[in-house]
């Protein structure tokens, strides 16, 4: 089942609908503008953007500081600073890349702008349709994963979430769409998974956002954090593996290493004493393994450790 991602507590904040179209007219301009440049160009000026966005934001980048800081101890503050910044820049060429991988790949240059790294078993688990999950996490250009495997007809669905902003997520979801990528809204997704599962399907997730009071806590980067118990329930309750993946841009082109670094079999926690707690932390480690291989690519300012368990929080 998934977990809602709203503390019932909260209250929704409110949109207002004028500046919701406003952002998205200036992100349709920004789009017609940019495809006037080549690629290239765009990424050099997004990394403007976030070095800009760097600057001026500074909760996320304080945010994105202390979360660094108690992931990497050991490191100096000058690497620290670096990296964060290297992440904003990161963050604004994912933007821009939403824009551009619908124009630029096609079934016939796909190897222009991508290699492969330990993919071919999932692939081929994929192929068998026998039912698969696939896990990635906000890092480099998450987003291009989705968009080739709906490229290449694979029977995938996309778990997510619309964007607050209704038009945004509208055009998001048109991206993503366009070469056959589905996608499911998250608080329906329940009621549907059994039945995608036993098509066959592969059902792909984004696996390290927080999951409140009720998540499931594993130690993720040195900290606990709250994971949905949603990925490991179906994998246990459905009897299939998990793929961990991975995208990560080369350099700062419009070039991405794909990558699956771990694969999950069910006779792997069929003798575990609490197969949920195994299962969870160990796609979550194979996220901490990609991550620190180029934390640079990570959302640092993402709110990961949010939540904390009750006994933490009373010493703080």
């Not at 080549?38 to 000026?45: G, K, S, W």
């Not at 993946?245 to 699956?260: K, P, T």
Request: proline share 3%; glycine share 6%.
């Amino acid at each position: 089942m998934v977990e809602p991602t709203v503390d019932k507590k909260k209250k929704k904040k409110k949109h207002n609908p004028v500046k919701d179209y406003l952002l998205y007219l200036a992100v349709r301009i920004l789009a017609i503008v940019a495809a006037v440049f080549d690629v290239e160009t765009n990424l050099a000026t997004a990394r403007f953007f976030g070095r800009l966005l760097w600057k001026y934001y500074h909760r996320g980048r304080q945010r994105a500081i202390d979360n660094l800081r108690a992931s990497f101890p050991e490191k100096s503050d000058e690497w620290i600073w670096r990296t964060g910044k290297k992440s904003f820049e990161h963050l604004a060429m994912l933007a821009m890349d939403l824009m551009f991988v619908p124009r630029l790949v096609n079934k016939h240059n796909w190897r222009d702008y991508s290699t492969y790294k330990t993919a071919e078993r999932a692939k081929w688990l994929m192929h068998e349709n026998r039912g698969l999950l696939m896990v990635a996490a906000h890092y480099s250009n998450f987003e291009i994963m989705g968009y080739l495997l709906g490229l290449f007809g694979f029977n995938i669905y996309s778990i997510a979430r619309p964007l607050d902003n209704k038009y945004l997520s509208r055009y998001l979801y048109g991206v993503r769409q366009r070469v056959g990528q589905r996608i499911i809204d998250k608080k329906g997704a329940s009621r549907l998974m059994d039945k995608l599962i036993s098509s066959g399907a592969t059902l792909c997730f984004i696996a390290d956002q927080d999951a409140g009071r009720k998540g499931v806590f594993v130690d993720f980067l040195g900290r606990k954090a709250s994971t949905y118990k949603s990925i490991g329930l179906v994998a246990i309750t459905e009897n299939i593996p998990i793929g961990v993946g991975y995208s990560r841009r080369i350099g700062n082109r419009f070039f991405f290493e794909i990558g699956v670094n771990r694969i999950i079999f069910p006779d792997e926690w069929a003798d575990k004493e609490d197969p949920l707690t195994w299962v969870t932390q160990e796609y979550t480690r194979a996220v901490e393994e990609f991550v620190r291989e180029d934390p640079s690519q990570y959302w640092w300012l993402h709110r990961r450790w949010k939540t904390q368990p009750k006994a933490r929080k009373a010493k703080t």
